[in-house]
């Protein structure tokens, strides 16, 4: 299947999911006003993933700021993650935070305790 | 006497102020508030740590901003612009103060009152299980608000919400909500 590749702006994340390897990658900023839009080829592209999933599936977040209006469209696409773990394929979560940013790592715990995917929390230290 | 907007707004002014702005709250003077609080925490080497509390909470109050501003009648527009908001950010004694403002209708003060107050009275986990709540259980909005930026603008702060109601008109009321982030994390 086609991997998605979509550039990082000042409101919005850079993407990149590749079903080839079994990557899926969410870098920068997820600020906009409205996140839904963004998110919308995101989860599209999980469901069609998910109808063949490799054996392993590896996520890296990394992500500096993210909105509320963000949070609940990430926590969508962590669900569809889910899915594809209940599966016989292997899911796992990397949730990147910078040295310090505790805020940033108590969100990742915030899904980790909401969504039944096994997160590794792995911080940056400059 | 009805609440003098400019007079509240002039008075915000005071002090040291590292932006202020009243008008019409777009999503491009959002990314453009941003973009100079960001300059200014860099120029103030601002720790990494403050400074991202700062902006979280700053797309939060503007976002909410954005979210919530009611339409109001031609006449008040006549006077204030469509889509008004005021924005004050203040460095004060160990702490920056956010400052936000709009007008809101007289039927929704009471469960925003009601829901300031009850994010008031909640410890840190508590605001905590609140959040994972409505995070799993509330759609969004069609415009993109989740009903989450109070709650986690107190998480992040560990400080009381600080609001007030001015009566305007017969049924506006202008909402005043200060927002704190101190120095020592």
């Known amino acids: 299947m086609e991997a998605l590749s979509i550039e990082g702006t000042a409101k919005t994340p850079s993407v990149k999911f590749d079903g080839q390897e079994g990557v899926i990658e969410i870098k920068g900023r997820s600020i906009p006003e409205n996140s839904i839009e963004f998110y919308k080829p995101l989860v599209e592209w999980l469901e069609e993933y998910s109808g063949t999933p490799l054996d392993l599936t590896q996520v890296n977040v990394q992500l500096e700021y993210f909105n509320t209006s963000s949070s609940k469209c990430i926590l969508d696409v962590f669900k569809k993650l889910e899915a594809i773990h209940k599966g016989k394929s292997e899911v796992i979560i990397n949730w990147y935070y910078e040295e310090d940013d505790e805020d940033m790592l108590e969100a990742g715990e915030d899904y980790e305790s909401i969504i039944r995917v096994p997160f590794k929390m792995i911080e940056i230290v400059e | ?185």
Request: net charge negative.
């Open chain 2, 1 to 185: 006497m009805s609440f003098d907007v400019y007079e509240y707004y002039s008075k915000l002014n005071g002090g040291d102020v590292l932006m202020s702005f009243k008008g019409n709250i777009s999503s491009e003077l959002i990314s453009n508030v941003l973009e100079v609080v960001e300059s200014k925490m860099d120029e103030y080497n601002e720790s990494s740590k403050i400074r991202k509390k700062v902006y979280n909470v700053l797309v939060e109050s503007l976002q909410n901003l954005y979210h919530h501003i009611e339409e109001l009648p031609d006449e008040m527009n006549k006077e204030y612009g469509s889509k008004f908001g005021i924005l004050v950010i203040r460095q004060e004694e160990n702490m920056y103060k956010i400052s936000t403002g709009n007008f809101i209708s007289q039927d929704k003060v009471d469960v925003l009152r009601n829901k300031i107050d009850k994010i008031n009275s909640m410890g840190k986990e508590e605001l905590k299980d609140m959040y994972k709540f409505i995070l799993n259980h509330q759609r969004l909005s069609e415009k993109g608000g989740g009903g989450l930026g109070l709650v986690d603008i107190a998480r992040k702060t560990g400080n009381q919400l600080e609001y007030t109601f001015e009566k305007f008109d017969d049924i506006y009321y202008f909402f005043n909500l200060d927002v704190y982030i101190d120095f020592s994390q």
